[in-house]
T-cell receptor
Framework: EAQVTQNPRYLITVTGKKLTVTCSQN?????MSWYRQDPGLGLRQIYY???????DKGDVPEGYKVSRKEKRNFPLILESPSPNQTSLYFC???????????????FGEGSWLTVV | KNQVEQSPQSLIILEGKNCTLQ??????????LRWYKQDTGRGPVSLTI?????NTKSNGRYTATLDADTKQSSLHITASQLSDSASYIC??????????????FGAGTRLAVHP
Protein backbone atom coordinates (compact mmCIF):
# COMPACT_ATOMS: atom_id res chain seq x y z
CA GLU A 1 0.00 0.00 0.00
CA ALA A 2 1.27 3.46 -0.98
CA GLN A 3 2.12 5.29 2.20
CA VAL A 4 3.76 8.35 3.64
CA THR A 5 4.50 7.68 7.29
CA GLN A 6 5.25 10.38 9.82
CA ASN A 7 6.42 10.03 13.41
CA PRO A 8 5.58 11.08 15.99
CA ARG A 9 1.91 11.81 15.36
CA TYR A 10 1.61 13.84 18.56
CA LEU A 11 4.30 15.58 20.55
CA ILE A 12 4.44 18.13 23.32
CA THR A 13 7.90 19.53 23.91
CA VAL A 14 9.57 22.44 25.65
CA THR A 15 11.16 25.49 24.13
CA GLY A 16 14.71 24.87 22.98
CA LYS A 17 14.69 21.08 23.10
CA LYS A 18 15.78 19.75 19.72
CA LEU A 19 13.39 17.39 18.02
CA THR A 20 13.09 15.49 14.76
CA VAL A 21 9.94 14.51 12.93
CA THR A 22 10.59 11.58 10.63
CA CYS A 23 8.96 11.01 7.25
CA SER A 24 9.23 7.93 5.09
CA GLN A 25 7.58 7.00 1.78
CA ASN A 26 7.42 3.60 0.09
CA UNK A 27 6.64 4.74 -3.46
CA UNK A 28 10.16 5.55 -4.69
CA UNK A 29 9.11 9.16 -5.19
CA UNK A 30 11.74 11.72 -6.12
CA UNK A 31 10.00 14.73 -4.64
CA MET A 32 9.28 15.18 -0.94
CA SER A 33 8.24 18.21 1.04
CA TRP A 34 7.17 19.46 4.45
CA TYR A 35 4.23 21.72 5.17
CA ARG A 36 2.75 23.31 8.22
CA GLN A 37 -0.92 24.01 8.63
CA ASP A 38 -2.24 26.68 10.96
CA PRO A 39 -5.87 27.69 11.61
CA GLY A 40 -7.31 29.86 8.83
CA LEU A 41 -4.23 29.49 6.64
CA GLY A 42 -3.52 27.22 3.73
CA LEU A 43 -0.72 24.70 3.93
CA ARG A 44 2.60 26.49 3.78
CA GLN A 45 5.69 24.83 2.48
CA ILE A 46 8.67 24.66 4.82
CA TYR A 47 11.27 22.77 2.78
CA TYR A 48 11.25 20.53 -0.24
CA UNK A 49 13.59 18.04 -1.86
CA UNK A 50 13.65 17.16 -5.54
CA UNK A 51 15.87 14.13 -4.99
CA UNK A 52 18.57 12.68 -2.76
CA UNK A 53 20.94 15.36 -1.47
CA UNK A 54 18.88 18.09 -3.18
CA UNK A 55 16.91 20.29 -0.79
CA ASP A 56 15.70 23.87 -0.84
CA LYS A 57 13.73 26.33 1.23
CA GLY A 58 10.01 26.74 0.87
CA ASP A 59 7.97 29.71 2.02
CA VAL A 60 8.50 29.42 5.79
CA PRO A 61 11.89 27.75 6.41
CA GLU A 62 13.02 29.76 9.46
CA GLY A 63 13.71 27.56 12.46
CA TYR A 64 13.73 24.30 10.51
CA LYS A 65 16.30 22.05 8.89
CA VAL A 66 15.96 19.02 6.65
CA SER A 67 18.15 16.37 5.11
CA ARG A 68 17.68 13.87 2.27
CA LYS A 69 20.33 11.19 2.55
CA GLU A 70 18.08 8.43 1.25
CA LYS A 71 15.30 8.59 -1.28
CA ARG A 72 12.64 7.26 1.05
CA ASN A 73 13.34 9.47 4.11
CA PHE A 74 13.01 13.20 4.64
CA PRO A 75 13.25 14.17 8.32
CA LEU A 76 12.29 17.61 9.61
CA ILE A 77 14.54 18.97 12.33
CA LEU A 78 13.68 21.70 14.82
CA GLU A 79 17.02 22.62 16.39
CA SER A 80 15.57 24.96 19.01
CA PRO A 81 11.78 24.84 18.93
CA SER A 82 9.78 27.90 19.92
CA PRO A 83 6.07 28.27 20.72
CA ASN A 84 5.37 29.82 17.29
CA GLN A 85 6.28 26.47 15.78
CA THR A 86 3.27 24.90 17.42
CA SER A 87 1.40 23.59 14.42
CA LEU A 88 0.18 20.60 12.44
CA TYR A 89 2.90 19.32 10.14
CA PHE A 90 2.50 17.29 6.99
CA CYS A 91 5.03 15.45 4.94
CA UNK A 92 4.20 14.81 1.27
CA UNK A 93 5.71 13.00 -1.68
CA UNK A 94 5.12 12.58 -5.42
CA UNK A 95 6.92 11.44 -8.53
CA UNK A 96 8.92 14.03 -10.43
CA UNK A 97 6.62 16.13 -12.62
CA UNK A 98 6.65 15.58 -16.37
CA UNK A 99 4.60 18.22 -18.11
CA UNK A 100 1.40 19.85 -16.97
CA UNK A 101 -0.54 16.69 -16.12
CA UNK A 102 0.44 16.71 -12.48
CA UNK A 103 1.27 13.67 -10.40
CA UNK A 104 -0.80 12.81 -7.35
CA UNK A 105 0.65 14.09 -4.13
CA UNK A 106 0.49 11.77 -1.18
CA PHE A 107 0.33 13.27 2.27
CA GLY A 108 1.21 11.73 5.58
CA GLU A 109 -1.30 11.65 8.40
CA GLY A 110 0.17 14.69 10.09
CA SER A 111 2.16 15.41 13.21
CA TRP A 112 0.64 17.60 15.89
CA LEU A 113 3.44 19.51 17.57
CA THR A 114 3.00 21.69 20.65
CA VAL A 115 5.93 23.73 21.98
CA VAL A 116 5.45 25.11 25.50
CA LYS B 1 1.19 37.80 -6.17
CA ASN B 2 0.24 34.13 -6.54
CA GLN B 3 -2.89 33.54 -4.52
CA VAL B 4 -5.71 31.05 -4.23
CA GLU B 5 -8.94 32.26 -2.64
CA GLN B 6 -11.72 29.91 -1.63
CA SER B 7 -15.32 30.61 -0.74
CA PRO B 8 -17.25 30.20 1.37
CA GLN B 9 -14.99 29.71 4.38
CA SER B 10 -17.51 27.33 5.87
CA LEU B 11 -20.77 25.76 4.82
CA ILE B 12 -23.49 23.71 6.48
CA ILE B 13 -25.85 21.61 4.40
CA LEU B 14 -28.34 18.83 5.03
CA GLU B 15 -27.61 15.27 4.07
CA GLY B 16 -28.72 14.51 0.52
CA LYS B 17 -28.41 18.10 -0.70
CA ASN B 18 -25.96 19.34 -3.33
CA CYS B 19 -23.42 22.08 -2.83
CA THR B 20 -20.79 23.99 -4.79
CA LEU B 21 -17.49 25.30 -3.49
CA GLN B 22 -15.60 28.07 -5.25
CA UNK B 23 -11.94 28.70 -5.96
CA UNK B 24 -10.45 31.81 -7.61
CA UNK B 25 -6.77 32.05 -8.33
CA UNK B 26 -4.25 34.57 -9.57
CA UNK B 27 -1.44 32.07 -10.05
CA UNK B 28 0.69 32.43 -13.14
CA UNK B 29 1.96 30.57 -15.01
CA UNK B 30 -0.70 27.94 -14.53
CA UNK B 31 0.15 24.25 -14.74
CA UNK B 32 -2.75 22.40 -13.15
CA LEU B 33 -5.43 22.74 -10.48
CA ARG B 34 -6.18 20.19 -7.80
CA TRP B 35 -8.93 19.66 -5.27
CA TYR B 36 -8.20 17.85 -2.04
CA LYS B 37 -10.43 16.57 0.76
CA GLN B 38 -9.04 16.80 4.26
CA ASP B 39 -10.78 15.10 7.15
CA THR B 40 -10.20 16.74 10.52
CA GLY B 41 -6.72 15.93 11.78
CA ARG B 42 -5.83 13.84 8.72
CA GLY B 43 -3.71 14.39 5.65
CA PRO B 44 -5.30 15.80 2.48
CA VAL B 45 -6.44 13.26 -0.08
CA SER B 46 -6.55 14.01 -3.80
CA LEU B 47 -9.97 14.29 -5.47
CA THR B 48 -9.21 15.69 -8.92
CA ILE B 49 -6.38 17.15 -11.00
CA UNK B 50 -7.17 19.31 -14.04
CA UNK B 51 -4.86 20.80 -16.63
CA UNK B 52 -5.38 23.96 -18.68
CA UNK B 53 -7.24 22.10 -21.41
CA UNK B 54 -9.71 20.32 -19.15
CA ASN B 55 -12.84 22.11 -18.01
CA THR B 56 -14.49 19.35 -16.03
CA LYS B 57 -13.48 16.22 -14.19
CA SER B 58 -15.49 13.89 -11.99
CA ASN B 59 -14.64 11.55 -9.17
CA GLY B 60 -17.78 9.79 -8.02
CA ARG B 61 -20.13 12.37 -6.53
CA TYR B 62 -17.47 15.08 -6.85
CA THR B 63 -17.30 17.15 -10.04
CA ALA B 64 -14.70 19.85 -10.52
CA THR B 65 -14.89 22.53 -13.19
CA LEU B 66 -12.20 24.86 -14.43
CA ASP B 67 -12.46 28.11 -16.36
CA ALA B 68 -8.87 29.02 -17.18
CA ASP B 69 -9.93 32.29 -18.80
CA THR B 70 -11.55 33.68 -15.67
CA LYS B 71 -9.20 31.72 -13.39
CA GLN B 72 -12.04 30.11 -11.50
CA SER B 73 -12.77 26.58 -10.41
CA SER B 74 -15.63 24.97 -8.57
CA LEU B 75 -16.18 21.69 -6.81
CA HIS B 76 -19.73 20.35 -6.91
CA ILE B 77 -20.82 17.67 -4.47
CA THR B 78 -23.92 15.75 -5.38
CA ALA B 79 -26.26 14.03 -2.91
CA SER B 80 -24.08 14.84 0.07
CA GLN B 81 -23.36 12.26 2.73
CA LEU B 82 -22.31 12.66 6.34
CA SER B 83 -18.86 11.41 5.36
CA ASP B 84 -18.45 14.43 3.09
CA SER B 85 -17.96 16.57 6.20
CA ALA B 86 -14.39 17.79 5.80
CA SER B 87 -12.30 20.67 4.55
CA TYR B 88 -11.92 20.99 0.79
CA ILE B 89 -8.73 22.56 -0.43
CA CYS B 90 -8.06 24.06 -3.84
CA UNK B 91 -4.44 23.92 -4.95
CA UNK B 92 -2.92 25.51 -8.03
CA UNK B 93 0.35 24.25 -9.46
CA UNK B 94 2.68 26.72 -11.09
CA UNK B 95 5.99 26.08 -12.81
CA UNK B 96 9.03 28.27 -12.38
CA UNK B 97 11.96 28.54 -14.74
CA UNK B 98 14.11 25.45 -14.43
CA UNK B 99 11.04 23.26 -14.22
CA UNK B 100 10.43 23.57 -10.50
CA UNK B 101 6.78 22.99 -9.62
CA UNK B 102 5.26 24.96 -6.77
CA UNK B 103 1.89 24.37 -5.19
CA UNK B 104 -0.17 27.32 -4.00
CA PHE B 105 -2.77 26.25 -1.42
CA GLY B 106 -6.09 27.86 -0.66
CA ALA B 107 -7.17 28.09 2.98
CA GLY B 108 -9.97 25.62 2.36
CA THR B 109 -13.74 25.47 2.76
CA ARG B 110 -14.98 23.64 5.82
CA LEU B 111 -18.10 21.65 4.95
CA ALA B 112 -20.43 20.20 7.56
CA VAL B 113 -23.17 17.82 6.44
CA HIS B 114 -25.95 17.44 8.98
CA PRO B 115 -28.53 14.62 9.11
Amino acid sequence: EAQVTQNPRYLITVTGKKLTVTCSQNMNHEYMSWYRQDPGLGLRQIYYSMNVEVTDKGDVPEGYKVSRKEKRNFPLILESPSPNQTSLYFCASRKAETGAIGNTIYFGEGSWLTVV
Amino acid sequence: KNQVEQSPQSLIILEGKNCTLQCNYTVSPFSNLRWYKQDTGRGPVSLTIMTFSENTKSNGRYTATLDADTKQSSLHITASQLSDSASYICVVNTVFSGGYNKLIFGAGTRLAVHP
